[in-house]
Every structure is written in C-alpha cells, then in structure tokens.
T-cell receptor, first 109, second 114 residues
Framework: RKEVEQDPGPFNVPEGATVAFNCTYS??????FFWYRQDCRKEPKLLMS???SGNEDGRFTAQLNRASQYISLLIRDSKLSDSATYLC??????????FGKGTRLSVIA | NAGVTQTPKFQVLKTGQSMTLQCAQD?????MYWYRQDPGMGLRLIYY???????DKGEVPNGYNVSRLNKREFSLRLESAAPSQTSVYFC?????????????FGDGTRLSIL
C-alpha cells in the first residue's frame, strides 16, 4: 500500500469555485501533517500544517481524521494563482518527508 | 532572508563528467535532504543527513555521493554523470526535535546530461 494516496486530477475549476482535495495515508504512527503546493518545475512550498482540531488560513481549510487516516484541503473562492499541484505529506518522527505526485489543480478564468 | 540556497541553478554535462551540486542553509537546521524530481513524478529522496556528521541513503542513492561539510552545507556529487540523471534536484532542510516541523526547500538545480 502506498504511503499516501491522492487523486492525481487534474481538477479543472472556474474562478470563484470551492474545491476539495482528499488524501489517505497508511502509517498510523504519523504525527505531523502538511499540505505543500508546487508550481510547475518549482520547489514545493509549505501551504499549511494540519492540526488535529483542523485549521484555517484565509481561503484554505485543512482537516485531519486520524481514525480514518484521512486529510483534506478545502479551497474557497479559487483564484487563477491557486493553479498548482497540491501535495499531502504525513510524517512521523525525524524521518525525511515522503512526497507523492499530488493533486493537480487548474483554475480557469 | 536566504533560507536554502542551491548552486548552480542550471547545468549541462556530458555523459561521464563529474559535478557537485551545492546546498547551504542559514536557518540552523540539523537535517538536510537531497531529492530529485523527474517530469510528471513526485520527489524521490536521494540522500539525507539527520545531523552534522551523518548521512543516510534514501530511495534512489545509486550514482550519487554526499558530503555534510558542516551544519550549513550538504553537497551532492555525481561522479560519472549518466543521461538517466537528467532531472531537477532539490535540497531541503528541517529542524529536528519533533513537533510540527516542515521541510524548507531550495529553488532547485536543473541538470541535463547529454
């Protein structure tokens, strides 16, 4: 079983739409959870850490369900600049982060 | 406000040439990492260094060597470059000590092997 499973997309949504990405992870010992975004051929950049109680940062909301080993990211009022690949990254201990292929989002005018 | 700095940003090599990719961080992080990313693929870990003086193999170490020169610097060496090593290389660093500590990335080295 893969460490992280995400729908690769692409998700093509109009500007202003709300879009949600889901991610399941296999390691029940995972303690930290992150969403990164990566623009084409650029470095991954931290979008937000995900806390047990869920957290929000502007138009972005992240949720964690440890029992189901499931993480979600909700983007409200999508902007053209949100077009990118979104990477779900669960993590445990001091081991390196493992990155999957992510989910590609394309916001269309 | 440099963060993680990689040099060079672009490089073209001939098959069989050697090359060292440099990475330095100014955030006093203990752990440093080298990843490669091929088109349409996720990042794959080549080598990492959990702390100064230690290095460990990642998922795809063959054809590479690393040196953790000091706490700031972690270099990646290709002794005899092969076309299969054409890729974008990312260096990252991370503080250790548990908690919700993400990795911070440099902006990459784009390497082409002819």
């Amino acid at each position: 079983r893969k460490e992280v499973e995400q729908d690769p997309g692409p998700f093509n949504v109009p500007e202003g739409a709300t879009v949600a990405f889901n991610c399941t992870y296999s390691n029940s010992a995972s303690q930290s959870f992150f969403w990164y975004r990566q623009d084409c051929r650029k470095e991954p950049k931290l979008l937000m850490s995900v806390y047990s109680s869920g957290n929000e940062d502007g138009r972005f909301t992240a949720q964690l369900n440890r029992a189901s080993q499931y993480i979600s990211l909700l983007i409200r009022d999508s902007k053209l600049s949100d077009s990118a690949t979104y990477l779900c990254v669960p993590h445990s201990g001091n081991t390196p982060l493992v990155f999957g292929k992510g989910t590609r989002l394309s916001v269309i005018a | 406000n440099a963060g993680v700095t990689q040099t060079p940003k672009f490089q073209v090599l001939k098959t069989g040439q050697s090359m060292t990719l440099q990475c330095a961080q100014d955030m006093n992080h203990n752990s440093m990492y080298w990843y490669r990313q091929d088109p349409g693929m996720g990042l794959r870990l080549i080598y990492y260094s959990a702390s100064e003086g230690t290095t460990d193999k990642g998922e795809v170490p063959n054809g590479y060597n690393v040196s953790r020169l000091n706490k700031r610097e972690f270099s990646l060496r290709l002794e005899s470059a092969a076309p299969s090593q054409t890729s974008v290389y990312f260096c990252a660093s991370r503080p250790t000590g548990g908690g919700n500590q993400p990795q911070h990335f440099g902006d990459g080295t784009r390497l082409s092997i002819l």
